[in-house]
């Protein structure tokens, strides 16, 4: 799974209509809906605000709107590309000003799925994954035996806290997680302790 990293826009034009994409990163449902007020502030004389989502990756909530378009030619169309592309996190709108011609339905889906697909050739995203996320604390004098176990289990750093002691959080990948505590308890004698918290998805 990925997400992106910043929000991407451009206008596509059909028979007269315009259709202006918006694809952009979102945490949850209030940040998405946050997202599209003001967008839909910035176009009040639109005809249509059409718009998907893809958010909670551990529990992948879906949902799209046609906003007055004919069932299924709008907001469907808008989800299935953020599926194709496998985003989640992540939030999609179009917005239309009518031209004067119809397009009909299949031309609708085009226009609208259109609209996004042309955004995502080639942003930049962020790799979504599964993790087992560590804490570890430890004196100062064993640096190098935490730089030594990161390179050995491949942990990616998340955060780090200096004090009288250093504190930081690590992404292990899952298969690793179970080796990597066996390896830890090996090291209490050192004055390093860990916790090993709940598996979760990151953006990494």
């Given at each position: 799974m990925k997400s992106i990293q910043k929000t991407v826009s451009d206008t596509l034009r059909e028979?007269?209509?315009?259709?202006?994409?918006?694809v952009f990163y979102c945490e949850n449902e209030s940040s998405f809906h946050d997202r599209l007020s003001q967008i839909k502030k910035k176009y009040p004389d639109a005809s249509h605000h059409c718009y998907a989502y893809r958010i909670h990756p551990q529990n992948m909530m879906?949902?799209?709107?046609d906003d007055g378009e004919p069932s299924?030619?709008?907001?469907?169309?808008?989800?299935?590309?953020?599926?194709s592309f496998d985003?989640?996190?992540?939030?999609a709108v179009v917005v239309r000003y009518f031209g004067g011609t119809k397009l009909g339905k299949s031309g609708l889906i085009q226009a609208y799925g259109g609209a996004i697909e042309q955004l995502l050739d080639e942003p930049d995203f962020s790799e979504i994954q599964l993790i087992h996320p560590f804490v570890i604390e430890y004196s100062y004098p064993e640096e190098n035996n935490i730089k030594l176990m990161t390179l050995q289990f491949e942990l990616k750093e998340l955060e780090s806290k200096y004090s009288d002691k250093v504190i930081k959080h690590f992404?292990?990948?899952p298969e690793m997680s179970n080796e990597l505590e066996v390896y830890l308890r090996g090291l209490e004698y050192k004055g390093i302790t860990f916790q090993r918290k709940e598996r979760t998805f990151e953006i990494i």
């Amino acid at each position: 799974m990925k997400s992106i990293q910043k929000t991407v826009s451009d206008t596509l034009r059909e028979l007269g209509s315009k259709f202006i994409g918006f694809v952009f990163y979102c945490e949850n449902e209030s940040s998405f809906h946050d997202r599209l007020s003001q967008i839909k502030k910035k176009y009040p004389d639109a005809s249509h605000h059409c718009y998907a989502y893809r958010i909670h990756p551990q529990n992948m909530m879906e949902f799209s709107s046609d906003d007055g378009e004919p069932s299924g030619t709008a907001g469907l169309p808008i989800l299935n590309q953020l599926r194709s592309f496998d985003l989640v996190n992540t939030g999609a709108v179009v917005v239309r000003y009518f031209g004067g011609t119809k397009l009909g339905k299949s031309g609708l889906i085009q226009a609208y799925g259109g609209a996004i697909e042309q955004l995502l050739d080639e942003p930049d995203f962020s790799e979504i994954q599964l993790i087992h996320p560590f804490v570890i604390e430890y004196s100062y004098p064993e640096e190098n035996n935490i730089k030594l176990m990161t390179l050995q289990f491949e942990l990616k750093e998340l955060e780090s806290k200096y004090s009288d002691k250093v504190i930081k959080h690590f992404a292990c990948k899952p298969e690793m997680s179970n080796e990597l505590e066996v390896y830890l308890r090996g090291l209490e004698y050192k004055g390093i302790t860990f916790q090993r918290k709940e598996r979760t998805f990151e953006i990494i």
